[in-house]
């Protein structure tokens, strides 16, 4: 069985060497839907809490939220850089508080003081599920990823291990040492 939930992200971006309108800079809204797939938890009766995808989703991907995301090739991105550096942002500003953990991956890396992520590879929404999944594979049994941003959709299915172990009482996964982050629980 699965469980599903969606995140919305606010992201700017452009395809560098692109030839049409995508060359330009501009901004989407994107849709990202998770389906995570394992047995039913008896004690709490899903697979795993919506509320609880999403927090483990958002702690890395917020940092697509507000912005920009540039291939490592772009040559916009020493000038967004420059131009971060003249205003004192680019190391962040006070007001910079909706940020995720800084993250490098084999396809992208995270600048989350200056709201940048920079990728190896144009970001299309295929680009956005090969991250996600990246980021997310470790956490959460995902068997199904979906990113819509605008017309733009793309979907990807994925093999799951059903090997991390849930809290009996809310669902959620048991951190390294067994116990629930969330409400305490210690596995025996």
Not at 107 to 112: G, N
Request: some cysteine; hydrophobic content about 40%; proline content about 5%.
């Amino acid at each position: 069985m699965r469980s599903i939930a969606t995140l919305d992200l606010q992201y700017a971006h452009r395809f560098y060497g692109f030839c049409g309108e995508a060359q330009y800079l501009h901004g989407h809204t994107g849709v990202l839907t998770i389906e995570v797939e394992d047995t039913v938890n008896e004690g709490v009766n899903m697979v795993f809490p919506c509320n609880e995808i999403r927090k483990v989703a958002w702690s890395l991907l917020q940092n697509f939220d507000h912005a920009l995301i540039l291939r490592e090739d772009d040559p916009l991105l020493p000038a967004i850089l420059d131009v971060y550096e003249k205003q004192g942002i680019k190391d962040g500003h006070p007001q910079n508080r909706m940020k995720g953990a800084a993250f490098d991956t084999p396809l992208a890396r995270a600048y989350p003081d200056c709201r940048l992520v920079v990728t190896k590879e144009t970001m299309t929404v295929e680009g956005m599920i090969k991250m996600v999944y990246e980021l997310l594979k470790d956490r959460l049994n995902i068997a199904k990823l979906t990113f819509t941003s605008g017309v733009n959709a793309a979907s990807a299915e994925f093999e799951t291990r059903n090997d991390i172990d849930r809290c009996p009482l809310c669902g959620i996964a048991l951190n390294e040492k067994g116990i629930c982050p969330k409400c305490g629980y210690k596995k025996p």
